[in-house]
């Protein structure tokens, strides 16, 4: 009887724990990577112009999809210049049809306002798409959430083809390490 609760037992904490330790490793999946398919989202658009979807704006052309940091308690000047940079080269990007979308995360509450606040004095180009990311819902699902003190998204570029195809990524996990904005005009001009 002894060594059958101990069996009972020691099953029961095997299935236990091996069914946590998969729960887990499905929890901790790789940020998108090159060759990966981009997992669609639809995010709402700063500008009042609604939901806008990846799949939709696929539609169109190439997309540049880049994760700012959002609002850590500051606006992030790199991303003021990352932004700045590809709005200068914006009509580089409409020659290739491609719209630059530009992921704002951060927690819910006064997600709107701090968007705007980055945005002043800016005034995005006909192919660029600002959307906000509240309580970081983008951010988790392609596992760019940048989980330290006043942290809040990896800043990621990506160069997804109009089959939903990533070609081209970059994810800093430090504030810098942004790629020019050069680099990914050449990574757009490849998909031709």
Not at 157 to 180: C, L, M, W
């Amino acid at each position: 009887m002894r060594l059958n609760s101990t069996c009972l037992a020691l099953v029961g904490f095997v299935l236990t724990f091996g069914a946590v330790a998969q729960v887990s490793a499905v929890d901790v999946l790789p940020p998108p990577a090159v060759g990966d398919k981009a997992s669609d989202f639809s995010l709402e658009a700063i500008n009042g112009a609604g939901e806008v979807s990846l799949h939709e704006t696929l539609k169109d052309g190439p997309v540049v999809l880049v994760m700012l940091r959002g609002f850590p308690g500051y606006q992030c000047p790199a991303c003021s210049r990352q932004v700045g940079g590809l709005i200068k080269s914006a009509e580089e990007f409409a020659k290739e049809d491609a719209t630059v979308v530009l992921v704002y995360p951060g927690p819910g509450e006064n997600l709107k306002a701090k968007a705007q606040e980055f945005l002043t004095g800016t005034k995005l180009p006909e192919n660029f798409v600002f959307l906000l990311d509240p309580d970081y819902k983008l951010t988790n699902a392609y596992n760019l959430r940048w989980d330290a003190e006043r942290e809040t998204a990896y800043p990621s570029t990506f160069v997804i083809n109009q089959d939903g195809e990533i070609t081209y990524a970059t994810i800093s996990k430090t504030h810098g390490g942004r790629p020019q904005t050069d680099t990914v005009v050449k990574a757009i001009r490849l998909l031709k």
